[in-house]
């Protein structure tokens, strides 16, 4: 993956105004506090004055505050890397994951067709039924299973529907050291208990957030400076780690590094993990069997390979070993 070497742009939160530093343009991060918007932070910096705010700074189920946060800052871009991510919750919740998915991304769309800005938004594997048995590519039928799925995809096509500029990247079950994961609930168990049930029929690549904002990265500059030509107003590209495994295989991995790491003190062996299969472990959404993306058409378009997840993972385990033994 190449890195992007410009000056750093510097933003503040100062009394409800924005301070700005003069640079190539303003950038407003959504969800900065968030597994992907974490690492936006840095990834973005080179590209101009970022404007990061929390959801308690712009509260995504409230269209007023989005729009007058926007027209305050007036971006060039805005990347929103917010979501109602909560999957089972979400078949409680259907208005609130409504609000947060599907209408706010179509207001920021509104706001960013207006100031003729360019909206980064991020979808999700679970727009796709998994039935399929061979990757997902963009153009394949869509068809969620659960509400989480249907309220992003709904979210796309409010984007679309308004016919500003934007980038939609569809990701599959990520990962990182901040906030709640897959890998965190892993660990966790993994100290408790001597055997460990995980759904093994259901395939993904799991992807680093990190590598997420990697990309983000590079896309934005290139998009900036004209590359590729024929990108058209709306478009949509699959962004996701190579190597698909199962849930059991990830979490094998897991705990099988974590395993060889001081500070974890875990009871759980990588051969304790036992495949089940989806029928076997009822929850209240549906998920697809198969959440491989095809990236052919990203790593085409602006020259990148997408890596393996595993020395992300390796990397993160590193870190949650330091902040373990208090460094």
Known sequence: MGRVSQSRGRSKWHTGTFRLAICLM???????DGQVGWQLQRSLAPHGAVVACARAQCDLSDPDQIRSLVREVRPSVIVNATAFTAVDK?????????????????????????LGALLVHYST?????GRKTTPYVESDPTAPLSVYGRTKLAGEEAIRAVGGRSLIFRT??????????????????????????VVGDQIGSPTPAALIATVTGVVLAMVRHG??????????YHLAAARPVSWCEFART???????????????????????TTAEYPVPARRPLNSRLDCTRLETDFGLQMPDWQPYLGRMLQLLALKQNGY
């Open 227 to 236: 590359q590729p030509e024929k990108m058209a107003k709306n478009e949509i």
């Open 26 to 32: 303003t950038i407003l991060l959504l969800g900065k």
């Open 90 to 114: 979400a078949e409680s919740e259907p208005e609130l994951a409504y609000r947060i998915n599907a209408e706010a991304p179509g207001v920021l769309a509104g706001e960013v067709a207006a």
């Open 172 to 197: 599959s079950w990520v990962f990182g050291a901040r906030g709640e994961n897959f890998v965190k609930t892993i660990l966790r168990l993994a100290r408790e208990k001597e055997s460990l049930d």
């Open 254 to 276: 897991i705990v099988s590094l974590a395993g060889q790491m001081p500070g974890f003190n875990l009871r759980l062996n990588p051969e304790a993990i036992r495949p089940i």
């Open 125 to 129: 594997d679970y727009v796709y039924d």
